[in-house]
């Protein structure tokens, strides 16, 4: 079976069409994860406060993580599945995170690390 030129092109064009409209939604996907979040992680109710800044930058999402006065960037940061994951230094130690937003204004997940582990909760600013 062998396609006219005008078939090639309309198929051509309906490929590159479907490719983009992907890559825009893959891309729009964090888009309501942007900003700034102030966490809580904790473990029989001993709280530790943080804030996660959420960017897109290039058109990925990037993290960094502020406590007090210091902001870094999340060690090994994925998004994923709607899930992020990274590391946080913490005394000395990194410590992993695992959030999935509920609902619009709400991140919650779990952190371990230490031999500890707990909960963490997070509303956007």
């Known amino acids: 079976m062998q396609l006219s030129k005008d078939k090639l092109r309309t198929l051509l064009l309906l ?24 966490m809580t992680s904790e473990t029989d109710g001993d709280p530790v406060n943080w804030t996660l800044s959420l960017k ?9 993580l502020v406590a007090g006065d210091n902001e870094m960037p999340a060690k090994e940061f994925s998004y994923t599945d709607g899930v992020l994951k990274f590391k946080v ?6 410590y992993d ?21 707990g909960k963490t909760t997070g509303v956007k600013n």
């Open 56 to 64: 897109d930058a290039d058109g990925k999402l990037a993290a960094s």
């Open 15 to 38: 490929c590159v069409c479907v490719s983009l409209t992907a890559i825009t939604v893959l891309a729009q996907d964090y888009k309501p994860l942007l900003g700034k979040w102030a």
């Open 89 to 94: 230094p913490y005394q000395g130690e990194d």
């Open 97 to 117: 995170i695992e959030l999935k937003a509920d609902g619009p204004n709400k991140l919650t997940g779990t952190w371990s690390g230490g031999g500890n582990s």
